[in-house]
């Protein structure tokens, strides 16, 4: 294991995991206490978790990435660097969570969720903007949300919703392209719809 890597106590690291390597002057992968780090992750240099990491197989953690306490990066997930997910968020098998966006407390990501960060892909030098999920919202399995958008607070993306324009709080947005309705009264508790 890299010495540029502080791991809190109680921390489960599979023998292939691997910790890129840093260069001079790069902060160290910091783990809390508690990690769980599955078979085949790649975690990069100044990346900090909380207490409670878990990792699916194969997840990818790029630099500069914060992560709150008890977070769960499924398997295959990429998270790719300079992001800022809060506690308690779930981003399951296969989501996708690019640079310069916030995720805040219990967010759920359905499986391949793609959220993006670049309005015209190759064509125009603009500043990447990802998108900003707010807390208890939920975003579904192979949902696309697009660079800039604000996802509200206890708002749910349905699954296959492709989101162009922001969420408000507790609305469901659905269809291509998505449109909001009013949610149902909410069961007890966050991301149960």
Same mark, same amino acid.
């Given at each position: 294991?890299?010495?540029?890597?502080?791991?809190?106590?109680?921390?489960?690291?599979?023998?292939?995991?691997?910790?890129?390597?840093?260069?001079?002057?790069?902060?160290?992968?910091?783990?809390?206490?508690?990690?769980?780090?599955?078979?085949?992750?790649?975690?990069?240099?100044?990346?900090?978790?909380?207490?409670?990491?878990?990792?699916?197989?194969?997840?990818?953690?790029?630099?500069?990435?914060?992560?709150?306490?008890?977070?769960?990066?499924?398997?295959?997930?990429?998270?790719?660097?300079?992001?800022?997910?809060?506690?308690?968020?779930?981003?399951?098998?296969?989501?996708?969570?690019?640079?310069?966006?916030?995720?805040?407390?219990?967010?759920?990501?359905?499986?391949?969720?793609? #959220?993006?960060?670049?309005?015209?892909?190759?064509?125009?030098?603009?500043?990447?903007?990802?998108?900003?999920?707010?807390?208890?919202?939920?975003?579904?399995?192979?949902?696309?949300? #697009?660079?800039?958008?604000?996802?509200?607070?206890?708002?749910?993306?349905?699954?296959?919703?492709?989101?162009?324009?922001?969420?408000?709080?507790?609305?469901?947005?659905?269809?291509?392209?998505?449109?909001?309705?009013?949610?149902?009264?909410? #069961?007890?508790?966050?991301?149960?719809?």
């Amino acid at each position: 294991m890299s010495t540029n890597v502080q791991l809190g106590e109680n921390c489960d690291i599979d023998a292939s995991v691997r910790f890129e390597s840093a260069g001079p002057g790069t902060r160290p992968v910091r783990l809390g206490d508690g990690a769980t780090v599955r078979s085949g992750t790649i975690i990069y240099p100044d990346v900090t978790a909380g207490p409670n990491l878990t990792t699916g197989h194969n997840a990818v953690i790029r630099e500069g990435t914060t992560l709150g306490a008890d977070v769960v990066v499924g398997t295959d997930v990429v998270v790719d660097g300079r992001a800022s997910i809060g506690s308690r968020v779930s981003m399951q098998t296969g989501a996708y969570v690019p640079p310069e966006t916030t995720i805040a407390d219990d967010v759920f990501l359905g499986p391949h969720a793609v #959220l993006t960060n670049d309005p015209y892909p190759l064509r125009e030098d603009v500043p990447l903007t990802g998108p900003a999920i707010q807390s208890d919202a939920s975003v579904g399995a192979n949902a696309t949300v #697009l660079p800039g958008v604000t996802v509200g607070e206890r708002a749910f993306v349905a699954a296959g919703a492709v989101v162009t324009e922001d969420v408000p709080p507790d609305t469901l947005a659905k269809g291509v392209p998505a449109t909001h309705h009013e949610l149902p009264e909410p #069961l007890d508790g966050p991301n149960v719809y």
